[in-house]
């Protein structure tokens, strides 16, 4: 009697369906993915505004400009000699969020004050020349900042914060 042997390598037909399913499946599911992930990355626009050159020259003494950079208003102070000192002689262990003036400015450019316009508490934007301390107000919560942009009054916790910048000249800095 002849019995027929059959010899099998282990994979069959079904094997080649599931494999074939799955790759599609993972194609798919990375397909679907993709576009979640990419959104969290930065738009162009911000992309384009990652630094930004200001050229400090027409601004006078005593003047306050208002330029943006990553899509946040940055006020540029060009402070009189009487802001500054005003600035100097604060008393840091009564101030809430306590930093010096030195440690606002750039060495040897006190007169150039740069900080984000954006109120600590609730991110309102500032009024310039405003409040007691003739730095900046912010209306809508009573927050008042000082000349050197430190928190004097009113509910927010922290100075107005102070971006990556640096002096490419006398007259232009870089931000970002």
């Known amino acids: 009697m002849a019995t027929s042997k059959t010899v099998t390598t282990g994979h069959t037909r079904r094997d080649f369906l599931y494999i074939a399913t799955a790759s599609v499946g993972a194609v798919g599911a990375a397909a679907a993915v993709w576009p979640l992930i990419n959104q969290l990355n930065p738009d162009a626009s911000v992309l384009a505004l990652s630094s930004t050159e200001v050229d400090l020259s027409p601004i006078a003494e005593g003047q306050i400009i208002t330029v943006k950079w990553q899509g946040k208003p940055v006020f ?17 262990a009564d101030l809430r969020d ?19 316009g954006i109120c600590t508490h609730l991110g309102c934007v500032p009024i310039g020349h405003e409040g007691e301390y003739d730095g900046w107000f912010c209306p809508c919560h009573g927050s008042v900042y000082d000349t050197s942009g430190r928190i004097r009054k009113g509910p927010a916790p922290l100075n107005l914060a102070i971006p990556p910048y640096e002096f490419t000249s006398d007259t232009a800095i870089k931000i970002g």
């Open 76 to 92: 540029i102070s060009h402070r009189t000699k009487k802001e500054i000192k005003e600035a100097q002689d604060v008393n840091v």
């Open 98 to 116: 306590p930093q010096t003036d030195a440690q606002r400015v750039k060495k040897g450019k006190d007169q150039w004050l740069v900080v984000i």
